[in-house]
């Protein structure tokens, strides 16, 4: 079965710091990977997906995720945050075979905290 | 373009009662998926469509518990009878049936189940 692990529960950041979301996954498969981000009271927002190619993918509002299968992980990054970061944030592992999508299963989520 | 458009957002009733929530995927997006987030489980897969036929409903956490999908454009989570422990956001996504496409999200039915 496959799992996602976002071990830190709760990061606080200095705004205007760097940023480094752990995820590590257990899939059998090539898996697809996903970032998601909610924020209060809100849906899911899609920051960034990696499905095959370069492993360093690019996203919405400056992050960046690096695939690494050798660790079985596909952390989160921004160099510089911004207060309007502070969200929840959704690691995500997915499939798509001959038989079509899967649902997709998330880690428990991180939740980023920014200092002034 | 219109999003995942779920209703109602919010939902207060009292146990035993039938609840009913809708979801409205994206214009073309073959695949529907319905997720619970708790507190305590987080987010949880409880059933999916592929052209409006169920795929996996084995996320489904009890008889309680049932989805339909008529057409391509509406689907409904039914509770009958609601308990308090069904209390949780509910999320409703839709993708396309392509390789790689991500899901998109509603912005959730809250229930509370008093």
């Known amino acids: 079965a496959q799992s996602v692990t976002q071990p830190d529960i709760h990061i606080t950041v200095s705004e205007g710091a760097s940023l480094e979301l752990r995820c590590n996954y257990s899939y059998g498969a090539t898996p697809y990977l996903f970032w998601y981000v909610q924020s209060p009271g809100q849906g899911l927002q899609l920051l960034l997906k990696y499905f095959s190619g370069d492993t360093l993918v690019q996203g919405i509002k400056g992050f960046e995720a690096e695939f690494k299968r050798s660790q079985s992980s596909f952390n989160l990054r921004k160099p510089s945050v911004h207060w309007s970061d502070a969200a929840e944030y959704f690691c995500a592992v997915g499939s798509y075979s001959g038989g079509g999508a899967d649902g997709l299963t998330f880690g428990k989520g991180t939740h980023l905290i920014i200092q002034p | 373009d219109a999003g995942v458009i779920q209703s109602p957002r919010h939902e207060v009733t009292e146990m035993g009662q039938e609840v009913t929530l809708r979801c409205k995927p994206i214009?073309?997006?073959?695949?529907l998926f319905w997720y619970r987030q708790t507190m305590m489980r987080g987010l949880e897969l409880l059933i999916y469509f592929n052209n409006n036929v169920p795929i996996d409903d084995s996320g489904m956490p009890e008889d309680r518990f049932s989805a339909k999908m008529p057409n391509a454009s509406f689907s409904t989570l039914k509770i009958q009878p609601s308990e308090p422990r069904d209390s949780a956001v509910y999320f409703c996504?839709?993708?396309?049936?392509?390789?790689?496409?991500?899901?998109?999200f509603g912005d959730g039915t809250r229930l509370s189940i008093l």
């Open positions: 996504a839709s993708s396309p049936n392509r390789a790689g496409q991500p899901q998109h």
């Open positions: 214009s073309g997006h073959d695949y």
